[in-house]
Structures are given as C-alpha cells and as structure tokens.
C-alpha cells in the first residue's frame, strides 16, 4: 500500500505533517512515497516538515513542498525535578573510547546502550525510553555515537557530544541534524575529548533554539496543548506498579546487548558485536543500583 494510503486509512483527522523521515536510499521506499497517492496527500496537508535535509530534498525533488523542520525530539523539556549528578553518560561508544573517555575525567563514566530486543512490547518500550530520558537529563555530559540521544540531551541542556562512529553513524540520515550539536569524528575522539572537557564541558551549540521554537508554535497551533505543561518526567517514572520492574527492563536492556542481539538498520542486519563488548565491560549491579538510587532522589520509594 502507499503512503498516502496507509495514513489516510489510519487517521480521520487532519494530520500535522511534521519531523519526517523517509529512508531515501530503500528503492521500495521512493517508489511508495513518490506513488501519485502520496503526493497528493502530502499536497493536501502540506508542507512537509522534514527531519532532515536528504528527506526534504527527497521530496523537494518529485515536486512535494518540503521544509526542514528537525526532529520532535528538540522539543523536549527539561525536568526541573530531576538533579543533575556527577557522572559522564556513554551511549553505545567502542571499549577504546570509553577507555579513553576514563583516561580523560576524574567522573565517573555509565555506559548505557540503546540496541535492544525487536519484540519488546510498547509498554517497556515507553519505560525504557523514560528511563533514558532520566538518564540524559541527570548526567554532566554525554558522550553518545546515537543521533537520537544527543538531540534529546542537547533539547534538556545537557552538554553533548556526538562521535560518528562508522557502525551508527549514516550521513543521510544525519545531514543538518550534526550541524546542530558538537561532533567529532571517531578518528578525532581523543582530540575532541580536549576541547570537549567533560569535567568542564562545554556549552551545546545554539543552532537549534530557532527550530525548536518553530516546532513548539506549530504544535501548539495545530493540537491546542503547551509542551511546557507536559508531565514530569520524574513524576511518569512511579508510574509502573512495581519500581523494581523498572530496574529490571534496564537490566533486560543490558543483557540484550550482552548478548549480541542483531540491531535492524534499513532492510539490512547487522550484529552490534561493538555494543556486546561494550555491555560486557558494564557491571550490571552497578548500573542498577546507581538507577534505583536516582528513582529514590525523584521521590520513589
């Protein structure tokens, strides 16, 4: 079925066509998007907000008005319920980067991985992702090889550093997004660690401010509710009826990529042996029990 087609099938309303992304390198994917249906339900509730450059230009080129509008993600809230701690938070980086991240702090460094199981259920999915939410929110810095946790920490004020590391890293999928935070690439980890600082980070760019503003406005016109007056973060947390089911997704999480678990990327798999070997250096009682010491500080008893 094409685009246009699924989504006029899945919705009644009138949709917000924003913080898009459409794998341009998939063939199948262009023929869909590029069906006349489709451009003509993007003709109907245009223009299309587009994650990133290579989308916009993508749709630019088979005649549907596209802007780049950035990722939802910016537009994130920081939790004023949630204390920032003394640790450097490292997302999916190789065994030598953390190594070398170590040489160059005094804090302590966490290392958390993002890859996890396909079939997990919506609900320990959203979980999960209130727990990293916790965690980019908490740390000094972080330090991450995953576009989609320096956004969320460059959004709540976190100093963040992203490495292009060749296994997550795909320039597509990035263009104009990277522009917006500190980066480096992984050959240039250890000079980038200098000017970076995490015992002293530096400020995040502010190339996003004007892009999340937009995002803000355009949400608030079109669904009537200010992000500002979202739930905290910190409040969602205790929602689940038993804390330690928390700990024990973190601790699911962990053991995935321990594992070895194959990440999808595109229509190709790909085995994180990276992510194995960098779970396999975390001790996951330290982990666990740093989180349930953080969920005590918000209140959660």
Partial sequence: MDVGRRLAASAESHPLLVSMYFEVSDATVRERVGSPESREFFATFGPVGA???????????????????GCMTLTLQRDAKVPRHDFVLAVDLSPDQVAELRRRTA?????????????????????LAELFLYFYQSASSVVASRLHSVLPSLAVGTPALLVTNGGTYQHHRFRGLEELVHSAAAADFGDAL????????????????????????????????????????????PGLSDPTVLLDLLSDQLSKAHDGHVYRVGQEAH???????????????????????????????
Avoid at 51 to 61: I, K, N, V
Avoid at 277 to 297: E, K, N
């Fill in 271 to 301: 085995p994180w042996t990276v992510l194995g070997r960098t779970a396999r250096r975390v001790v996951p009682d330290r982990i666990l029990h740093a989180a349930a010491a953080a969920l005590r500080r918000t209140g959660w008893s």
């Fill in 51 to 69: 994650r990133d450059h290579s989308t916009r230009e993508y749709l630019q080129s088979i005649g549907v008005d596209s802007y780049f509008s």
């Fill in 107 to 127: 804090r302590p460094v966490m290392e958390l991985s993002v890859a996890h199981d396909p079939d997990m259920t919506v609900e320990r999915r959203f979980a």
């Fill in 194 to 237: 200098a000017w970076f600082s995490p015992d002293d980070p530096v400020a995040n760019p502010e190339k996003h401010l004007s892009l999340r503003k937009d995002l803000i406005e355009r949400c608030l016109t079109f669904t009537g509710q200010d992000a500002v007056h979202a739930p905290s973060v910190s409040d969602r947390l």
